[in-house]
């Protein structure tokens, strides 16, 4: 998927450079936002199944400590590069600024293909990995904490918090050392679909922006557009879920081994549970099959939601991209000679570095509950079904009525953690959406949404590094 030249640290120095020109910040101040502070790179061996020992390359990147810990994902892919990783941590450090995580921005990578590797070899790689951070502190709760990326989830975050607290007995914070952890193990109920929850509540208020849509030619509301999701990883899997269930129709799903499209929608979890069976998402019942993956990204829709990789829409295929609004789930999928092109074009592309930011997020809010050492609804669930209980039935009295039994049961339900967090995440996708299109709207010179949510995000963490009294 990537070609040779691609550099995508440089394509991120070049949107920050395209947005920079719209602040005030002095030059040497913007450098230091743009430079990477730390980077690891490891080589340590790691002996496989069948006796063979392999050389593992592997980075941890801290883009900036303008606030501590630094956060950030890991990711297991043969693409893994010193370059991707300083990308994709810089990214980390925008997008946390950008939804008010108080975090500077981090990034790990091991070069390996998770599929080619028994779970037995993945555990050992990724414990030594863990080992390699704590000797070099590269992790730890209050310096970085990472968190699932592309190829990793709940099992590798688990592997990292039991290497980390054996290595640390009798820390009380070890817990917040790595966020996307299964429940039991300190996890936070709604981490696992975040990313993708974020993704449709970010799109949805654009999608409820009468100017936004006018200019789009679009009718207003999610229901019925139609959505091409490139990629059935956590991020894809979750953005198609709630695309489906708020009301919108998912006419494509692309994975690497081919795409596969239904004009009247496809149903992830079906999809989903064929490949399972089968080892591939084509011959879907029902469904047509796409030549290649990648036809799904030019495929006519009105949304495309590439929840993949980088650099997978480019100057070659973006004329060919019918979508109305590209949502970025994935870090990167755009190059920056897409975007100019998508600007040319009048298409909307809503930036990866504030849509996909719903899974740092909940991660905030499941290292708070860590370190807070207490479930977040333990305090006031029954305290507020009880008042509830007592406010329904004062009302019921005074009008002489009874509510329905479904009213009831919703008017008396006090929040779980799962309720807190997604309206924790709700508010946050929203509050941003509003505060880059703001900007975007006051400053008609900038030329797209990407620049805008990039303005933001150099304000805030220039803003911080003017308050830590680093800069005049
Ligand atoms: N890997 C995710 C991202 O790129 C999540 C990071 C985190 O939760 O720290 O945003």
């Not at 993704?199 to 091409?228: A, H």
Request: glycine residues 10%.
């Amino acid at each position: 998927m990537l070609n040779e030249q691609y550099n995508f640290f440089e394509s991120v120095e070049q949107s920050f450079d395209k947005a920079a020109k719209f602040t005030k910040w002095d030059k040497g101040l913007l450098e230091q936002i743009k430079a990477c502070n730390s980077i690891y790179s490891m080589k340590f061996p790691v002996k496989m199944d069948d006796g063979r020992i392999e050389v593992i390359e592997a980075y941890r990147v801290q883009h900036s400590q303008h606030k501590t810990p630094c956060k950030g994902g890991i990711r297991f892919s043969n693409a893994v590069n010193q370059d991707e990783v300083m990308a994709l941590a810089s990214l980390m450090t925008y997008k946390c600024a950008i939804v008010n995580v108080p975090f500077g921005g981090g990034k790990g990578g091991i070069k390996i293909d998770p599929r080619q590797h028994s779970a037995y070899e993945l555990e050992k790689i990724t414990r030594r990995y863990t080992a390699e951070l704590v000797k070099k502190n590269f992790i730890g709760p209050g310096i970085d904490v990472p968190a699932p990326d592309y190829g990793t989830g709940e099992r590798e975050m688990s592997w990292i918090v039991d290497t980390y607290t054996s290595l640390k007995p009798g820390e009380i914070d070890a817990a917040g050392c790595v966020t996307g952890k299964p429940i039991s193990q300190g996890g936070v109920h709604g981490r696992k679909e975040a990313t993708g929850l974020g993704v449709f509540f970010g799109i949805r208020e654009v999608c409820n922006m009468p100017e936004i849509m006018q200019k789009l030619g679009m009718p207003i509301g999610i229901v019925d557009k139609k959505v091409v999701i490139q990629g059935l990883g956590n991020v894809g899997y979750h953005s198609a879920k709630f695309f489906r269930e708020g009301g919108a129709i998912v006419v494509a799903i692309a994975e690497y081994e081919g795409a596969i499209y239904k004009t009247d929608g496809l149903n992830e979890e079906e999809v989903f549970q064929h490949r399972k069976k089968t080892g591939s998402i084509l011959n879907f019942p029902g469904a047509t099959n796409l030549a290649k993956s990648s036809d799904a990204l030019e495929m006519d829709c009105d949304i495309l939601i590439p929840a993949a990789l980088e650099n997978v829409i480019h100057a070659d295929n973006a004329p060919n991209v019918k979508a109305r609004i590209i949502g970025e789930a994935a870090n990167g999928p755009l190059s920056p000679e897409a975007d100019e092109i998508f600007i040319k074009r009048g298409i909307l592309v809503v930036p990866d570095m504030y849509l996909n930011a719903g899974g740092v997020t909940v991660s905030y809010f499941e290292w708070l509950k860590n370190l807070s050492h207490v479930r977040y609804g333990r305090m006031e669930k029954r305290f507020q079904e009880n008042m509830n209980k007592h406010i329904l039935g004062q009302m019921e009295n005074l009008a002489g009525k009874q509510v329905s039994k479904k009213e009831k049961d919703y008017i008396l339900h006090g929040a779980d953690e799962i309720d807190l967090v997604h309206s924790g995440l709700e508010e946050t996708m929203i509050g941003a959406t509003r505060e880059i299109m703001d900007i975007w709207h006051a400053n008609p010179s900038i030329p797209d949404m990407r620049t805008a949510a990039y303005v933001c995000a150099i304000n805030k963490v220039a803003i911080s590094y003017v308050e830590l009294g680093i800069f005049p």
